[in-house]
Nanobody, 125 residues
Framework: VQLVESGGDSVQSGGSLRISCRASRDIVGMYCMAWFRQAPGKEREGVAFVYFGGGSTYYADSVKGRFTISLDDAKNTLYLHMDSLKPEDTAMYYC???????????????????RGQGTQVTVSS
């Protein structure tokens, strides 16, 4: 499985951005899919998660109400729509995927098996 992110950019605080992740296979509707981010000198942070098969989504408290994760199964693409961006959202954003086990996504997002190369999001004040 290959994951390719795109859409990272530099935006002003309060702005919006949508980043995308194209999968090489038809997995976005079947696998555990998520985004995590990492800023220089900081630990990786799971940002948003979706498991279409289980009908579940999850957002970190730091982005809840501002970020929305979605997927387009027909396009094998995962999205992260980000509103009300803050300078502290500045980071490299990674798309990750993992095969569910017995219908559950049991691993932490940062330990998912497949990862893209990342796309940079920079928010200036």
């Amino acid at each position: 499985v290959q994951l390719v992110e795109s859409g990272g950019d530099s935006v002003q605080s309060g702005g919006s951005l949508r980043i995308s992740c194209r999968a090489s296979r038809d997995i976005v509707g079947m696998y555990c899919m998520a985004w995590f981010r990492q800023a220089p000198g900081k630990e990786r942070e799971g940002v948003a998660f979706v498991y279409f098969g289980g009908g579940s989504t999850y957002y970190a408290d730091s982005v809840k109400g501002r970020f929305t994760i979605s997927l387009d199964d027909a396009k094998n693409t995962l999205y992260l729509h980000m509103d009300s961006l803050k300078p502290e959202d500045t980071a490299m954003y990674y798309c990750v995927a993992d095969r569910p086990f017995n219908g559950y996504c049991s691993r932490p997002v940062v330990d998912f098996a497949y990862r893209g190369q990342g796309t940079q999001v920079t928010v200036s004040s």
